[in-house]
């Protein structure tokens, strides 16, 4: 198994804000809104094991998209600035995609968080999985036919 990583070791936002999670997710919903996406809801959860996330699922583009960021551990026990670093980190994540989805389309700049049928966002999901959504992504259009297979 391998060593769990701390909020502390990725060094992106740790400590470098006192503004609270709710304040960086308020903005990440003004950039999706920006972008012309609609914030359909968020949430903050923590389990008894200490694990907690921010999620996000919105509508751009025509598609549905969940974004699940996780508040890494804290090794110090500084629980606060893990959930800012995250939703900082959130925020900055969320942005960039913004901006990308302008050149690219929404559903290629912002496809790993694209939501599948089932709820899990794409990112989750194995190789048979996304070709087996293809067809309803494609109006129709068969994977094979995507991938240059038949006619």
Known sequence: MPDPIYAEDIGN??????????????????????AGGNVLRDAFGSEASGRAAFMVEFELGGDLFKILWQVLPSRSGDDRAARIQAATALYHDIKSRAVSAKWLGSRAAFFSYLELPDGRPAAQATAPELLAAVPGWMGGMGAGRLLGEGG
């Open 13 to 34: 936002y740790w400590r470098t804000s006192r503004t609270s999670p709710d304040t960086w997710l308020e903005k990440a919903k003004r950039e999706i809104g920006r």
